[in-house]
């Protein structure tokens, strides 16, 4: 088992910046690929980006590229997710997901779940 703890969101104006950060414990997190997964209200939860478990590869949602960047420090056992430039259509309960296979960046290819925090970009 993996448990996974979301902390960081709150509210910021467009234009602003936000750190998330993902704490793990349990299993070997170092053998987990990392992802950020999102769910506006009313949607579906999206794919964000995605980090390998080595860190040496990362891949990002077209909607982030370029104002997203994912990281993680397995010594301390943590995946963060710096935000720039945040636009109101950012705003969404983000998750962390852990899994064991790179390449997918779906919801189903994740093994492990965080309950999410919530990010809100006020206009």
């Known amino acids: 088992q993996v448990q996974l703890v979301e902390s960081g969101g709150g509210l910021v104006q467009a234009g602003g910046s936000l750190r998330l950060s993902c704490a793990a414990s349990?299993?070997?997190?170092?053998?987990?690929?990392m992802d950020w997964f999102r769910q506006a209200p009313g949607k579906d939860r999206e794919f964000v980006a995605a980090?390998?478990?080595?860190?040496?590869?990362?891949y990002y949602a077209n909607s982030v590229k370029g104002r997203f960047t994912i990281f993680r420090d397995n010594s301390k056992n943590a995946v963060y997710l710096q935000m720039n430039s945040l636009k109101p259509e950012d705003t969404a309960v983000y998750y962390c997901g852990a899994s064991s296979r790179w390449g997918l960046y779906t919801s189903d290819a994740m093994d492990y779940w965080g309950k999410g925090t919530l990010v809100t970009i006020s206009s």
């Open positions: 349990g299993r070997t997190f170092s053998g987990y690929d």
């Open positions: 980090i390998s478990w080595s860190g040496s590869r990362t």
